[in-house]
Each structure stands twice: as C-alpha cells, then as structure tokens.
C-alpha cells in the first residue's frame, strides 16, 4: 500500500517543466509571509476597535481594488509580459503593507487597502498566465496544482507564524509581509530576467479567429458560478475568525493553526489527487468537491471545541481541493494562446467581484440576522452551487 502511495506521488510530480517549479518557488515566498489579509479584521476590530460591519466594508474596499488589479493584471500580462507585472506587483505590494501599519484615519486605511489591492491582485493573473504558457495543456490542471501546492505551504508557514506575531505586536505582521513580496520580487528577478515565457502547445490562431471571453456563454456562467463560490471562502478573511474567536473562545495562534491545516492538507494531498482525477469529469468534480466545502461551513455551528474546529476545516478543505486547482486547468485550456491573459484575467477578477460583495454581505448578515445563520446560510448556497455546476456539466457534454 506505501509503495503505492509512494508511485502516486512520483507519478504526480513526473512531467512538469522546470519553469513550473520555479514561478512555485517564487509564490512559496511570497506566501509564507502572506498574513495582513487572514488577521486585517482581527487587527482592525481588536486593535483600532472598529466594528464587525466597518471591518467588513473596510474590507470589500480591498475587494474593489482587487476588481481593477485583476483586470489591469490580466491585461499587462499580454501586453508587456508577466514577469514584468508579477514582478512590480509585489514591489508596490510591500510597500502598500509598510504604510498599513502605521495609519489609522478610517478613510486612510481605506484609500491605501484599495490601492493595495489593485497592485496586489495584479499579480493571480499573471502569475496563473504564466503557469498556463510553461505547461503543455495535458499537465496544466497539475500545474495549477502544483501552484496551489506552494500557496498553501506558504499558508501554512505563514498565518501559523502571524498568530504568535500578533501575539506581540500586529504592526510586525505588515512588515513581515512586506519583506517576503520584496524576497519574492528579487528571486523573479534573477531567476526570469533572461527568460521569454513561450507557450508549449503552440495553438496559435489568428486575431480575427479569437473569441472574446465576453462572448463565451459557458464560460460566463461558470463564472458565476465561482462567484458564488468565492462568496462563501472569502468569509475565511472575514467573518469565520471573529466567529471562531467569539463562540470557539480560540486566541489568534490557534486561528493561525487552523490554517495551517488546510495547507499542510493541500500541500500532501492534493497534487497526487488532482493527477489521480484529471481524466474525469471536471465539473463532476467540482460538484462533488463544493457539497465538501459548504458543508464544512455549514455545520459550525453545531458544536464550539476547538478539535471540531478541526473537523470542519478537514471537510471544507477536502472540498475546496476537488474545485480550485480544476477550475483553473479548465479555464486555462478552454482559451487561446494570444488572450489567455484576459481569460486567466476575469477568472481573478471574479473572485475579486466576490472580495467586494462577500465582506459586506458576511458582516451585515452576522450582525443583523446572526451570526449561526450566517453558516447555515453558506451551506444552502452549496447546496445551489452544486446543482448549477451539475446543470452547466449536462450543457457541457452537449456542445
């Protein structure tokens, strides 16, 4: 049985180019000191002691942001290379965390959260481009997993970290996110200055043959779709630790060690699964993997121990596994060469449109109705996503 396990991950990690490696290491960086976002409403309800709801408002404005960082990402990405723009986001990115820490006018925090987010989400795009242009279209959905593999290692070293440094002081937390963008913008630097990003599978077609996204109806509806997806996760940053604070009685670095779970789960488990399904049905999968994730949300409620805590975040990250790195794979191959960019694009922009709605939705929604129906709520809304991912893999198989 080991040596099978074993096999499975050697056959998971064989064939991916070198490059993939390398864009991982760069996100395995940045995303070890990744913490500002996972303790933002923490920091601002317990330490300048706004509330949940201006919290919540504070938050979708680094949504907005995030809208116009996904599109502009996209787009520079085709104009003038991604290395370029991941390259300079995480540049602009440190020093946006820097000013964070050291205001604390409303309208201040505010103004620099939206300009920290456009530069920010500038860099998914560009960065999910660039993974679809080093792998050849049979190995991208491992790709993106193994992207996925690096963020969530980031994850789990950084968040399990930011719990005890905000034990000391919040304000280390920006700078200690600020240091890994810049480590992480250096080794872009001098690993890919010298290197063009060609594409693998050489499809190219014309400019006149290229379809719009905008005018691709199947992938306008699965957009949706991960909207509503994206409504229920971006509650991870907004709602769901206040809740675990407040009713799990749970301190930050036990928070923080939450989230290491689901990267550590992420990390071991996903790439040698997502290579074990990449021949089946993709939105099946999805389906399957979203009943998973919303009801790893949905039964919060039913208990308030720290090792159901556990449990539920064991569930929703077995779900959220079976749907992300998929997604991506899906997306990156239903478009073309020349404007992979704007598809990869309003993918990121999408879940930054859900970074708008979710907080403020969240928030109001665990002040003013409660904040246990605010959980069940996310599980019903799983419940709809299933059936529509279900409905869209019918539509699918008969184009």
């Given at each position: 049985?080991?040596?099978?396990i074993?096999?499975?991950?050697?056959?998971?990690?064989?064939?991916?180019?070198?490059?993939?490696?390398?864009?991982?290491?760069?996100?395995?960086?940045?995303?070890?000191?990744?913490?500002?976002?996972?303790?933002?409403?923490?920091?601002?309800?317990?330490?300048?002691?706004?509330?949940?709801?201006?919290?919540?408002?504070?938050?979708?404005?680094?949504?907005?942001?995030?809208?116009?960082?996904?599109?502009?990402?996209?787009?520079?990405?085709?104009?003038?290379?991604?290395?370029?723009?991941?390259?300079?986001?995480?540049?602009?990115?440190?020093?946006?965390?820097?000013?964070?820490?050291?205001?604390?006018?409303?309208?201040?925090?505010?103004?620099?959260?939206?300009?920290?987010a456009i530069?920010?989400?500038?860099?998914?795009?560009?960065?999910?481009?660039?993974?679809?242009?080093?792998?050849?279209?049979?190995?991208?959905?491992?790709?993106?997993?193994?992207?996925?593999?690096?963020?969530?290692?980031?994850?789990?070293?950084?968040?399990?970290?930011?719990?005890?440094?905000?034990?000391?002081?919040?304000?280390?937390?920006f700078?200690?996110?600020?240091?890994?963008?810049?480590?992480?913008?250096?080794?872009?630097?001098?690993?890919?200055?010298?290197?063009?990003?060609?594409?693998?599978?050489?499809?190219?077609?014309?400019?006149?043959?290229?379809?719009?996204?905008?005018?691709?109806?199947?992938?306008?509806?699965?957009?949706f779709?991960?909207?509503?997806t994206?409504i229920?996760?971006?509650?991870?940053?907004?709602?769901?630790?206040?809740?675990?604070?407040?009713?799990?009685?749970?301190?930050?670095?036990?928070?923080?060690?939450?989230?290491?779970?689901n990267?550590?789960?992420?990390?071991?488990?996903?790439?040698?699964?997502?290579?074990?399904l990449?021949?089946?049905?993709?939105l099946?999968?999805?389906?399957?993997?979203?009943?998973?994730?919303?009801?790893?949300?949905?039964?919060l409620?039913?208990?308030?121990?720290?090792?159901?805590?556990?449990?539920?975040?064991?569930?929703?990250?077995?779900?959220?596994?079976?749907?992300f790195?998929?997604?991506?794979?899906?997306?990156?191959?239903?478009a073309?060469?020349?404007?992979?960019?704007q598809?990869?694009?309003l993918?990121?922009?999408?879940?930054?449109?859900?970074?708008?709605?979710?907080?403020?939705?969240?928030?109001?929604?665990?002040?003013?109705?409660?904040p246990?129906?605010?959980?069940?709520?996310?599980g019903?809304?799983?419940?709809?996503?299933?059936?529509?991912?279900?409905?869209?893999?019918?539509?699918?198989?008969?184009?």
């Amino acid at each position: 049985m080991f040596n099978q396990i074993f096999f499975k991950y050697v056959a998971a990690y064989k064939g991916l180019p070198k490059m993939a490696w390398l864009l991982s290491l760069a996100i395995l960086i940045n995303r070890s000191g990744s913490v500002v976002l996972f303790f933002l409403v923490l920091y601002l309800t317990s330490q300048l002691d706004y509330s949940v709801s201006d919290a919540g408002r504070m938050l979708s404005v680094y949504g907005l942001g995030s809208l116009a960082g996904s599109y502009l990402g996209g787009w520079l990405s085709d104009k003038i290379g991604v290395a370029r723009v991941m390259i300079i986001s995480l540049i602009l990115s440190a020093i946006g965390y820097i000013v964070l820490c050291y205001i604390s006018d409303p309208w201040v925090i505010t103004l620099v959260l939206f300009f920290v987010a456009i530069v920010a989400e500038a860099f998914r795009p560009a960065n999910n481009t660039s993974m679809a242009l080093v792998c050849s279209p049979e190995n991208r959905a491992r790709g993106f997993a193994l992207n996925r593999m690096a963020v969530n290692l980031g994850v789990t070293i950084g968040p399990a970290i930011g719990g005890f440094i905000a034990l000391l002081s919040y304000s280390l937390l920006f700078w200690f996110d600020a240091i890994t963008c810049l480590a992480a913008a250096l080794f872009l630097f001098l690993i890919f200055r010298n290197i063009e990003f060609t594409n693998v599978s050489k499809d190219k077609v014309n400019s006149s043959q290229l379809k719009s996204p905008l005018k691709d109806g199947f992938y306008l509806i699965l957009l949706f779709i991960l909207f509503l997806t994206g409504i229920i996760f971006v509650q991870l940053m907004n709602t769901w630790p206040i809740y675990l604070k407040s009713f799990y009685n749970l301190i930050e670095n036990q928070i923080g060690i939450l989230f290491a779970i689901n990267g550590i789960m992420i990390v071991s488990m996903e790439l040698p699964l997502i290579h074990t399904l990449e021949r089946k049905s993709t939105l099946k999968i999805m389906a399957v993997g979203t009943v998973l994730f919303a009801a790893g949300f949905g039964i919060l409620p039913l208990s308030t121990t720290y090792w159901f805590a556990v449990i539920t975040v064991i569930i929703w990250t077995l779900g959220e596994m079976l749907i992300f790195p998929l997604v991506a794979g899906l997306i990156a191959n239903r478009a073309s060469d020349d404007n992979r960019g704007q598809y990869m694009g309003l993918f990121s922009f999408t879940f930054s449109l859900a970074f708008v709605f979710g907080p403020v939705l969240g928030s109001w929604i665990y002040d003013n109705i409660g904040p246990h129906q605010l959980w069940i709520g996310s599980g019903v809304l799983g419940i709809l996503i299933t059936i529509g991912l279900l409905i869209l893999e019918k539509f699918q198989s008969k184009q």
